[in-house]
């Protein structure tokens, strides 16, 4: 099957700095990926929808001021936390949808964020 | 009310024993139907997927869908205690899009 990357798999930063995840489809292109936040034993939450070549779709009460999302091409997205705080600790992952005949959304290993 | 509801679990099984685990949704726009399971720390990994209603069976995996009843059921037979993980329903309105997920439930499975 399709495989998502994610870099870093884990970061550990201080209060006040920026934060950037990468995202990358290895072996497909996606024109749209998705980024998740999942807090510890809660369910996934979806952030917004990355779209290659246009801007991102922040699902309502995320800050797309802080957390800015570029799509930089068919192969990567990116996720920068800006200024971050405790409280944006968490699990940060992404996926892309396939293009096979399934509707399947890959989901890459996902980047452990810890703000000090 | 959540769109999509699961029970969080934790949910005990002897190896061996069939898992019955299921969701309910609010929703009657969704159309896909995804079984996740997540170990500690990874991400999800899908299981099984199904356009509206139906049965559909892989290996030990059964998935049952009921949009009349908004309700969808995943079921692991000959449980292994390597099956021990959270399993996510997920679901969307259209193909390639934005997934919404239950809260998961956690399983465990004892040798």
């Known amino acids: 099957g399709a495989v998502v990357s994610q870099h870093p798999s884990r970061v550990i930063c201080k209060s006040g700095t920026s934060v950037k995840i990468e995202c990358r489809s290895l072996?497909?292109?996606?024109?749209?990926m998705f980024w998740y936040r999942q807090f510890p034993k809660q369910s996934l939450m979806l952030m917004a929808t990355s779209n290659e070549g246009s801007k991102a779709t922040y699902e309502q009460g995320v800050e797309k001021d802080k957390f800015l999302i570029n799509h930089a091409s068919l192969t990567l997205s990116t996720l920068t936390v800006t200024s971050a705080h405790p409280e944006d600790s968490s699990f940060y992952i992404c996926?892309?949808?396939?293009?096979?005949?399934?509707?399947?959304?890959?989901f890459g290993p996902g980047t452990r964020l810890t703000v000090l | 009310q959540k769109e999509v509801e699961q029970d969080p679990g934790p949910l005990s099984v002897p190896e061996g024993a069939i898992v019955s685990l299921n969701c309910t949704y609010s929703?009657?726009?969704?159309?896909?139907f995804m079984w996740y399971r997540q170990y500690s720390r990874k991400g999800p990994e899908l299981l099984m997927y199904t356009y509206s209603s139906g049965n559909k069976e892989d290996g030990r995996f059964t998935a049952q869908v009921d949009k009349s009843s908004k309700y969808i059921s995943l079921f692991i037979r000959d449980s292994q205690p390597s099956d021990s993980a959270t399993y996510l329903c997920?679901?969307?309105?259209?193909?390639?899009?934005?997934?919404?997920f239950g809260g998961g439930t956690r399983v465990l499975v004892k040798p």
């Open positions: 929703n009657s726009a969704f159309q896909y």
């Open positions: 996926s892309a949808p396939g293009r096979g005949a399934v509707d399947e959304q890959f």
């Open positions: 072996d497909f292109q996606a024109t749209t």
């Open positions: 997920a679901m969307s309105k259209a193909a390639g899009n934005k997934l919404t």
